[in-house]
């Protein structure tokens, strides 16, 4: 039997709350070309920003948005703004999340290798989504994301959207060790390489830090964006001249 064709989107589980919307795009389904193909997403990667804008608009059509999602300029940091408060112009703000409490409010992040996470109350009142690259995870940029939702991690949901997988992810000791400082048994997240170097499984690292800030609902994971050429675009499989895909989340009006 032949594979089937790549899809240019992925959804969460089906228990997803009721009025929530999460959506993680492919790299397929767009208008780019050579490295960018075909549905980049972001204008700082390299890509004719006129593509990217219609790539942008092509993606609002196929999703049906309720409105433009909140870009952000993203930053490997921890900061979670409030997308409803946000009122910056046409500049992207700084920051490597975003939340809402409004509906028809679209948050996004952009990716090719870091972990997208999305994270929603159980009762469908707030959504978040972060990008989780590794220095951002451990600095605790999940927790940032908990931390701005009005409900307790106990009523939190999380998926966790596409990423590089643990047997392509190589990493140096420092990364280890920016792991294990703060808990040492994230190093059960990491396999030895050769010589220093080792490999890191940034899924299991997430669903750590999630359940040790008391989330137990967590789906999603198990693609690798370095190993789906097809699929994914990926920074590091294509030496930092590629695409960015999107994961955004909404709480919808309807």
């Known amino acids: 039997m032949s594979e089937p064709r790549p899809v240019p989107f992925l959804g969460p589980s089906p228990a997803w709350p009721a009025g929530v919307r999460a959506v993680a795009t492919t790299r397929v389904g767009g208008l780019g070309t ?11 990667g390299g890509d004719d920003p006129a593509i990217v804008d219609a790539n942008r608009a092509r993606l609002a059509r196929l999703l049906a948005l309720p409105a433009s999602p909140l870009w952000l300029r993203q930053v490997h940091g921890t900061q979670v ?14 920051a490597d999340g975003a939340w809402t409490q ?37 600095a605790g ?23 590089i997988g643990p047997r392509a992810f190589e ?13 040492p048994e994230h190093g059960e997240a990491f396999r030895r390489g050769q010589g220093d170097r080792w490999w890191a499984d940034l899924y299991a690292l997430a669903r750590r830090r999630l359940r040790r800030a008391g989330v137990t609902r967590i789906s999603g994971g198990g693609w690798c964006t370095y190993g789906e050429p097809e699929r994914f675009f990926s920074h590091r499989r294509d030496q ?15």
């Open 34 to 44: 050579g490295p960018w193909a075909t549905l980049g997403l972001s204008a700082g």
């Open 81 to 94: 703004i409030h997308a409803d408060a946000w009122a910056g112009g046409d500049a992207a703000p700084q």
């Open 102 to 138: 409004a509906r028809d409010t679209v948050c996004a992040v952009l990716t090719a290798d870091c972990l997208p996470v999305v994270l929603a109350a159980n009762d469908g009142s707030a959504v978040a989504v972060v990008h989780a690259g590794w220095k951002g995870l451990a």
């Open 141 to 163: 940029v999940i927790e940032s994301g908990l931390e701005c939702l009005p409900t307790p991690p106990d009523g939190v949901q999380a998926w966790l959207g596409p990423a």
């Open 171 to 183: 990493v140096g000791p420092e990364v280890r060790e920016a792991f294990v400082s703060r808990d």
């Open 240 to 254: 930092g001249r590629t695409g960015r895909m999107a994961t955004l989340a909404w709480l919808h009006s309807r």
